[in-house]
């Protein structure tokens, strides 16, 4: 599940055991002998095997039915989070749609291919301005703060602020004390700002003779939009159940995902139930359910009007084969310069928590490690029967669904694939010339220790292609980082660097010319890790991460710039260390910035000074501005914010802007002098 902004994602693989299982989706593998060097293989499918095809419910007493069916065997004492928990959504490959997979091209370095994703020239009056940093040129990402070069707009603390860039004053405020918003995407004079409503969460078990509350427990997505001309006012606000998971924005037409539950209200067991008698009670809560109690429902308020009820028609939800029953996930399609609607909502029964998006192309993928939390069973609970055993721990697989969203109408199921491992998050993803690149890690959930041969952890890139049958695999190559996971990924082209850490730290170097044949290219080993990088110029990529001692032991924020004009021997020419601080680009991309026209990159910073080799108690949070010089970083200085960790940096005009929770700082870009400072609280 793509991150809320301010929280790093959980990483559920330090806290939970699992079990590795290898298998081939799409065919039978030949695997070529393991290169006696960098034991990496390289894995080639012989033949796709047949998917299986999604279709629709073509009545909701079938639907109804059919639901109730398949999720019955995820139903324990404790409804779906029991001893039966639901782990996958779907099985196998579906029908997808043919494409033209393209000429491979040969393997490139990487260029400023990030210039046209965060930096917009000057327009009609309108200064020269950054963007949100973003996976893909032309694909918006939702964040915390954007502008148009005009404006500067902001979300924090339950509140929408407009800052004039001329007058360098706040223009317009919107509370929203009802809804905790998280993110937005803008355009033109509308704002779409996306939330989860809050939710009461209950320990287990329930309090005495009560019910659950059903499983959603009144959890749900917010969509606000908000018109800016003006002073700014909200226009519309669709609420429908179901957590938010990501969004991406394509011109002024954003796609929105959102995964919902079946709203049942299981009962726990107490002093009056046992866990027999729990389990018993549940599975009956479900045959007696409603299709109501299936399907997403949704509010609207649009221009004066409300309305309410099922979020999606019966007919037009859409099932493999094989599901649980226990999830869906619900694409809508909302023009930000339109009245705002229901969405036009698409919805399969499948799962999902990272999303990737281009300009054609929209992939949820499911590696179900943030749903699999073992549950604490309470004490004092009068019961002669045995707990039921934890549910087993997920196979280390990820499934993926892609949805064609060429046009501005509803996207169109375009078919879906599976490999081997878990991802790291989007950058995982990567589409080029009508393939797929996956780069995942399996073995981590092992409780096995480290070096015990077949679960030991390894990471891998896998290769899928569309064809009429989903996502196929036509190659692999495995064997990257033994005994380490993936700490950053990024494809630049038919070329794919892959960083992997447990006590150094290997960046990987994979030819990806040859889809049926990606191969390792060059490994470079040093201390330490980047956890994000960033092209910034021919063959030069930037890195932020952390240093680590040869033990592995963490020592504070880097930034590193890699020469990797030969992909055979990349090569680190320049290193500049925070002692004990960290950034928020290392699990948030969007905090990122790298401006070409000046050669500079601003990260944020948060860490306790150390001196004479003694860390102290006081944390200094600032922007750090750094200069590329050639092979070389410099630094060009500092900016911080009166009781305010800054969260976002942008360039407009020939000002730097800084944003945090208490403010908006305006620096000179070229000695950083201050220009102004706009409270925000």
Known sequence: ?????????????????????????????????????????????????????????????????????????????????????????????????????????????????????????????????????????????????????????????????????????????????????SEMLLSGDRALLVANRNAVVYDMPMPRGKPAPPLSGGMGSTLVLVDLAGAAKTVGTLSVDGAYIDARQVGAVARVVVRSQPQLRFVYPDQTRNYNSSLKENREIAQRSTIEDWLPRYQLDSEGTHSEGRLVDCERVSHPAAYSGTGMLTVLTIDLNRTLGTGDPVTIAADGDTVYGTGTSLYVADDRRNRYIPLRFGEGIADTSPAPAPPPPPAEKTQI???????????????????????????????????????????????????????????????????????????????????????????????????????????????????????????????????????????KILGVGQEASTQGRRLGAQVSLFDVGNAAAPNRTAQYQIEGGSSEVEYDPHAFLYWPARDLVVIPVTGSPAVGGKPQYQQLTYALVLRLDGAGLSEVGRVAHPNGMIRRSLVIGEDLWTVSDAGVMVNELGKLAQQAWIPLR
Request: charged share 20%; net charge negative; proline share 6%.
């Open 1 to 181: 599940m793509a991150p809320r902004v301010g929280l790093p994602r959980v990483d559920w693989r330090t806290i939970v055991g699992g079990v590795a299982v290898a298998v081939v989706i799409g065919g039978i593998a030949a695997a070529a002998p393991e290169d006696a060097v960098t034991g990496q293989q390289d894995v080639v499918t012989d033949s796709p095997a047949a998917g299986i095809r999604l279709v629709a419910f073509d009545s909701c007493e079938k639907a109804l039915n059919d639901l109730r069916t398949a999720a019955l065997p995820y139903i324990g004492p404790f409804g779906f989070g029991g001893s039966a928990r639901a782990l996958s959504a779907t099985g196998g490959d579906v029908v997808g749609i043919p494409d033209s997979a393209g000429a491979a091209q040969a393997p490139a370095a990487p260029r400023d291919s990030q210039k046209s994703a965060q930096q917009q020239e000057s327009t009609g009056g309108t200064p020269g301005h950054s963007t949100t940093n973003t996976h893909e040129a032309g694909v918006d990402e939702p964040d915390i703060v954007k502008t148009d070069g005009k404006r500067l707009v902001s979300v924090a603390d339950g509140h929408l602020t407009v800052i004039d860039v001329a007058s360098r004053k706040v223009t317009g405020t919107l509370e929203l004390p009802d809804v905790a918003v």
């Open 401 to 539: 669904h892609r949805f064609d969203i060429a046009g501005s109408g509803p996207p169109r199921y375009a078919g879906s694939g599976e490999v081997d491992g878990t991802l790291l998050n989007q950058y995982s993803l990567s589409e080029y010339n009508g393939y797929l690149r996956v780069a995942t890690t399996t073995g981590q959930f092992s409780s096995v220790a480290e070096g015990s041969g077949a679960r030991q952890s390894q990471s891998m890139i896998t290769v899928l292609q569309r064809q009429e049958n989903g996502l196929a695999q036509v190659g692999k190559v495995d064997g990257l980082g033994k005994g380490e996971r993936i700490y950053a990924v990024r494809f630049f082209g038919a070329v794919g660097y892959v960083v992997t850490f447990r006590q150094m730290d290997p960046l990987y170097t994979v030819d990806l010319s040859q889809p049926a044949r990606p191969r390792v290219a060059g490994e470079l080993k040093i201390t330490g890790y980047s956890a994000y990088l960033h092209p910034v110029g021919d063959n």
